[in-house]
């Protein structure tokens, strides 16, 4: 039972362009959301985190969405660069439980030149 | 990354025979997790510790043992390697309970053959 979904494996992108990777949830006590991204032979380094009580987070280039009543959030990437080329994944957790996080299965992305 | 090391980074072992992973970090955070990464199954949760002797199992916990004596130490343990533990291994640590993410480590790739 996959409580975080992740249904894209990968996504081809131009350089310059926007990525949008996206993110489904089932569990409504999911409340705090958190993106990783991961370069092959390293770990899983923190991007971005959101709140249930945003709607957005913005950090530099990076941009997090997270819509409740769809359970839905979506990672905006603008723009896109080479170096973004790396698998994502989302994660939830719910705050008032054991704060443990569950992961999605990751996005590759390849970011074009 | 700094502050948290795994060791070995890669290990090769016959079905049937003990394996011990270690985690180390320097940063005394008091939270310490292992996961698993396997294809089209994303980062799942082994064990994670929350203090010194205190631990609890994770999503997939079956084949596995943790123990942690010192802060800055968590061992993972596989009594008996199966062909299905090959896997990349990874630990991470967190100060909260997780808010913010976590820090992991650059993996433990093993294979069990």
Redo the contacts between chains.
Sequence with gaps: DQQ?K?NSPSLSVQEGRISILNCDYTNSMFD?F?W?KKYP??????LI?ISSIKDKNEDGRFTVFLNKSAKHLSLHIVPSQPGDSAVY?C?A?A?SG?????????TRLKVLA | DAGITQSPRHKVTETGTPVTLRCHQTENHRYMYWYRQDPGHGLRLIHYSYGVKDTDKGEVSDGYSVSRSKTEDFLLTLESATSSQTSVYFCAISDVRGSGGYTFGSGTRLTVV
Excluded: H, M, N
Excluded at chain 1, 41 to 46: M, N, V
Excluded at chain 1, 98 to 106: A, D, N, P, R, V
């Design positions: 975080v992740q705090y958190l990783y032979a390293e770990g899983p380094t923190f985190s994944f994660a957790t705050t054991t704060y443990k996080y569950i992961f999605g299965t990751g």
